[in-house]
């Protein structure tokens, strides 16, 4: 199955990460909110080094950045393919496929008929010449 990702995000957003986290924000400032992280797990109760909006996220203290699906990733130590599945999961929905495509032109580069010509061009049999060995046959009579 080949998940796709694009249609992922816009069925999971930030918030439903966040709110499957049970993360809470410490500061909402210009759409973005700030607080703990839920990576790292900042120590302290007041930190604000996480940063995210609708788009994506990003830790100011341990660096790490990217989507939701990232950070559910990260907070859940999946990959993002099991990720993606996980919250398709928990918030009841399909996972969004991609179709496989049916490409009309072949792949690339097949190459058999040139080595059959060249198999068939491998020169001799190796086949001994005997045709005049029967001379050893003569032998003289008295
Ligand atoms: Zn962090």
């Known amino acids: 199955m080949i998940i796709d990702f694009q249609a992922v995000k816009r069925l999971v957003s930030m918030g439903d990460v966040l709110a499957l986290l049970g993360w809470s924000a410490l500061q909402a400032q ?5 607080g703990r992280c ?16 609708d788009r ?3 830790c100011f203290s341990c660096g790490e950045h990217g989507d939701q ?15 993606a599945v996980d919250l398709c999961r928990e ?3 399909s996972v969004p496929e991609l179709p496989k495509r049916r ?6 580069a097949q190459g058999t008929e040139k080595r059959n010509g060249f198999n068939a061009a491998v020169p001799g049999d190796g086949s001994p010449i005997c045709a005049e060995s029967a001379d050893e046959e003569e032998v003289d009579h008295d």
């Open 91 to 93: 918030l009841a929905v």
């Open 69 to 83: 699906v990232r950070l559910w990733a990260l907070c859940r130590g999946l990959t993002l393919y099991n990720a």
């Open 38 to 53: 839920p990576i790292h797990r900042s120590k302290s109760a007041k930190s604000r080094s996480f940063a995210c909006n």
């Open 30 to 34: 210009k759409g973005e909110l700030r």
């Open 103 to 108: 490409s009309p032109a072949p792949p690339a």
């Open 56 to 58: 994506g996220f990003t």
